[in-house]
């Protein structure tokens, strides 16, 4: 149990372009999901907490306008990145929290050409 | 500032070898801390420790919390090469759901 479904798994786009990543929990309600970036060999960097029906909470030097979250259904949170650019391609995982410890999603690989 | 850190960053012994990761830990409200293992995607959950002096054991793996000291440890005895991996020490607060997460312990086995 307590699985999220995180899609698409790899996507690369052209630069200028916007992408849409997708993170589902599958088998509870989650009223609250993360979003995480990952760079190469460092740990995960929280990006913004997703909540349901309402806005999303943005970290510290992370541009709301250029990673926008919606959290539309209690399963449901998507993360587009906006006029994508190479910078930002990376790993990108979202979480979520079922009764106990966090599930992740299997992540997103972006790569922005 | 709420902080995690993991010594050592990188670590490298041979196949049946026993290692220890160790994770300390600075934050207010502290609630639970969590360690993952990281192979090629998203992390995967090994434990949630919340109690002091209580060893979780799973396997090979186990961990204990020491809160008074503000530290945790994974070890893992009869390493595999299967364990190499980035393993993860986070921590979560009552403060909010956020979890902080350390960097991480590379972790290479050699056959």
């Known amino acids: 149990g307590a699985v999220v479904s995180q899609h698409p798994s790899r996507v690369i786009c052209k630069s200028g372009t916007s992408v849409k990543i997708e993170c589902r929990s599958l088998?509870?309600?989650?009223?609250?999901m993360f979003w995480y970036r990952q760079f190469p060999k460092k740990s995960l960097m929280l990006m913004a907490t997703?909540?349901?029906?309402?806005?999303?909470?943005?970290e510290q030097g992370v541009e709301k306008d250029k990673f926008l979250i919606n959290h539309a259904s209690l399963t449901l949170s998507t993360l587009t990145v906006t006029s994508a650019h190479p910078e930002d391609s990376s790993f990108y995982i979202c979480?979520?929290?079922?009764?106990?410890?966090?599930?992740f999603g299997s992540g997103t690989r972006l790569t922005v050409v | 500032e709420d902080k995690v850190v993991q010594s050592p960053l990188s670590l490298v012994v041979h196949e049946g070898d026993t290692v220890t990761l160790n994770c300390s830990y600075e934050v207010t409200n502290f609630r639970s801390l969590l360690w993952y293992k990281q192979e090629k995607k998203a992390p995967t959950f090994l434990f949630m420790l919340t109690s002091s002096g209580i060893e979780k054991k799973s396997g090979r793996l186990s961990s204990i919390l020491d809160k008074k000291e503000l530290f945790s440890i994974l070890n893992i005895t009869a390493t595999q090469t299967g364990d190499s991996a980035v393993y993860l020490c986070a921590v979560g607060t009552n403060r909010d759901d956020k979890i902080i997460f350390g960097k991480g312990t590379r972790l290479h086995i050699l056959p």
């Open positions: 979480s979520a929290q079922p009764n106990y410890g966090y599930t």
């Open positions: 997703s909540n349901e029906g309402s806005k999303a909470t943005y």
């Open positions: 088998d509870f309600q989650a009223t609250t």
